[in-house]
T-cell receptor, first 114, second 117 residues
């Protein structure tokens, strides 16, 4: 299975600032996904990032708030902009292994906004 | 629209007992995929299984087994002879193959399983 790493693993940020989360995969993948898990909740898809095209955002998520980059087939970033305490969550990236269709997740970035 | 329901919010059993986690899904598509993930206290999400809608065979992997029944739209997960290390939150998820084959997962609310020694 793909090995996925995320940086940072956790951070505490002040409201109004922005944080960029990095996701690195050890193999080339077409699709990368960004999810959010609010405290004690389930996971919600933020956007799908396909290399070479604009990310596709889910209802309730906008590019101005969560800009995403996907410069190559092994890397993506998610920025959480103008943060508020409601953005405190775990942010996870995931990749899909095309052959088997299995989806694997990175270890997550635990964000706390004060 | 897709929906996944895990009605059991929390389950607590004593070690060595068998336990079944329920998952009921809704979808209008005939082609879809079902997943189970484990999230231990450390927080990472561990892939357990992916099953497509055309394969209703039950699956067994060690102490884990899955029962897929299209007639009741259920994909239940059983742990046999549970162990303390099985304590975690378990998520069931559903995806429909969409544009360019991307599988966007819709998750259930999760079941917190506690195995007591």
């Amino acid at each position: 299975s793909a090995v996925i790493s995320q940086k940072p693993s956790r951070d505490i940020c002040q409201r109004g600032t922005s944080l960029t989360i990095q996701c690195q995969v050890d193999s080339q993948v077409t699709m990368m996904f960004w999810y959010r898990q609010q405290p004690g909740q389930s996971l919600t898809l933020i956007a799908t990032a396909n290399q070479g095209s604009e990310a596709t955002y889910e209802s309730g998520f906008v590019i101005d708030k969560f800009p995403i980059s996907r410069p190559n087939l092994t890397f993506s970033t998610l920025t959480v902009s103008n943060m508020s305490p409601e953005d405190s969550s775990i942010y996870l990236c995931s990749v899909e292994e095309t052959e088997k269709g299995e989806q694997y997740f990175g270890p997550g970035t635990r964000l706390t906004v004060t | 629209a897709q929906k996944v329901t895990q009605a059991q919010t929390e389950i607590s059993v004593v070690e060595k007992e068998d336990v079944t986690l329920d998952c009921v899904y809704e979808t209008r598509d005939t082609t879809y995929y079902l997943f189970w993930y484990k999230q231990p206290p450390s927080g990472e999400l561990v892939f357990l299984i992916r099953r497509n809608s055309f394969d209703e065979q039950n699956e067994i992997s060690g102490r884990y087994s899955w029962n897929f029944q299209k007639s009741t739209s259920s994909f239940n997960f059983t742990i046999t002879a549970s162990q303390v290390v099985d304590s975690a939150v378990y998520f069931c998820a559903l995806s429909e193959a969409e544009l360019e084959g991307a599988q966007k997962l819709v998750f259930g609310q999760g079941t917190r399983l506690t195995i007591n020694p």
